[in-house]
Every structure is written in structure tokens, then in C-alpha cells.
């Protein structure tokens, strides 16, 4: 069973719009999640994360939500740039426990 | 500083066959992971050695062997390799903070069995 799920395998849009990732997760003990950013044959690479007492970080152009009550998450990119394509992976873990990996979702941002 | 290094980077094996995966850190971090990236997958922890000496298993641990011999090197064995274990291979080495920890990999190991 997917604890966490990703499920949008590809995005696409405009550079200079807001690009929104999302990733649902089903397991109501995940107390910190992380988003990694992965580009062609190379490792991911750590982009931010968020606690369970919160609701939202900003980082930069990047901000992650937290919706406990629906167990989601999303990650916004505002505004894309050509840069940010990649394969944006969401990550999540419950206190004394490893992080489950999403499946990934491709961005590809257009010029 | 290279963070972390994985060798080699692409490897094909045949069935049956034995390899190690190398990873090195040069972070000074206690923690080291290996995973397991599969299309439509997320990555699946392997084996994972919280400090020197220490490992323990993951996820996916079946077919593969691992040592932390100093705090540096972690690495991957497969001991007979299986079309199943075509996969690209991250390793992770880890930062412990107080409430969380942050994973730095390395570029990865892409390997072919056949």
C-alpha cells in the first residue's frame, strides 16, 4: 500500500506561472514531510520541508502547504522558470521512522 | 568537498553475477542510506547504518549485503545478481538534527542485469 502518493506523473507550465505539485499521504503519524528536487542523472536534492505543527513554509520561490485534516500537501513554485524542470519528489516520516518517497512528478516549465 | 561520491556509475551485470556498490562521504555524517529507484516508484530504502559498525535493514533488503567499515565508506553488495535488481542505486549520507534529519545522495549507480 502507497503511503504516499503522487499522483501527477507530469506537469507543464508556462515560465513565469505558478506551478503546484501535490502529494497525499495516508498514514495520520507523518509529523515532518520534505520535498527533493531531481534532475536527469543526477541525486535528489534536498528543496524544504515543512513540521506537522505547521501549516505552511516559504522558501524563496518555493512554499510548501500542509493540510492535516485531508493528509495533503502541495508545493508551489512561484514563478517557474525554465530551471525547475526536474522530477519533484515528496517525502514523509513519522517520529523514530524512516521517510517514505512519493512516486515523483515530472515538471517541465515552457518557455 | 564532494559530498558524496557513488562508483561506479553504470554497471551491467549478468545473471548470477556479484558486485559492490561503492558510496563515500566526506561530511563527517554518521548516518548512511542506500535505496532503490524504480520507474513509477518512489525510492525504497535498502539498508540504511545509523554509525560506524551499525546496519540494519530497510525496506527492500532481500538479495543485497552491506558494510560500514569506517565512517566514510557504505557499501552495497549484490552477491548474485537478478534481472529483478536492475535499478538505479542512491546512496544517502544523512544530517541528524534535533527533530529531523536532511539527506545529501550522491549521483547515483545505474544498473543493468540480464
Known amino acids: 500500500d502507497q503511503q504516499v502518493k503522487q499522483n501527477s506523473p507530469s506537469l507543464s507550465v508556462q515560465e513565469g506561472r505558478i506551478s503546484i505539485l501535490n502529494c497525499d499521504y495516508t498514514?495520520?503519524?507523518?509529523?515532518?514531510f520534505l520535498w527533493y528536487k531531481k534532475y536527469p542523472a543526477e541525486g535528489p536534492t534536498f528543496l524544504i520541508s515543512?513540521?506537522?505543527?505547521?501549516d505552511k513554509n516559504e522558501d524563496g520561490r518555493f512554499t510548501v502547504f500542509l493540510n492535516k485534516s485531508a493528509k495533503h500537501l502541495s508545493l508551489h513554485i512561484v514563478p517557474s522558470q525554465p530551471g525547475d524542470s526536474a522530477v519533484y519528489f515528496c517525502?514523509?516520516?513519522?517520529?523514530?521512522?524512516?521517510?517514505?518517497f512519493g512516486t515523483g512528478t515530472r515538471l517541465k516549465v515552457l518557455a | 568537498n564532494a559530498g558524496v561520491t557513488q562508483t561506479p556509475k553504470f554497471q551491467v551485470l549478468k545473471t548470477g553475477q556479484s558486485m559492490t556498490l561503492q558510496c563515500a562521504q566526506d561530511?563527517?555524517?554518521?548516518?548512511m542510506y542506500w535505496y532503490r529507484q524504480d520507474p513509477g516508484m518512489g525510492l525504497r530504502l535498502i539498508y540504511y547504518s545509523a554509525s560506524e559498525g551499525t546496519t540494519d535493514k530497510g525496506e527492500v533488503p532481500n538479495g543485497y549485503n552491506v558494510s560500514r567499515l569506517n565512517k566514510r565508506e557504505f557499501s552495497l553488495r549484490l552477491e548474485s545478481a537478478a534481472p529483478s535488481q536492475t535499478s538505479v542505486y542512491f546512496c544517502?549520507?544523512?544530517?541528524?538534527?534535533?527533530?529531523?534529519?536532511?539527506?545529501?545522495f550522491g549521483p547515483g549507480t545505474r544498473l543493468l542485469v540480464l
Open positions: 515543512i513540521s506537522s505543527i505547521k
Open positions: 517525502a514523509a516520516s513519522a517520529a523514530g521512522y524512516k521517510y517514505i
Open positions: 544517502a549520507s544523512v544530517l541528524q538534527g534535533a527533530y529531523q534529519e536532511t539527506q545529501y
Open positions: 561530511m563527517n555524517h554518521n548516518s
Open positions: 498514514n495520520s503519524m507523518f509529523d515532518y
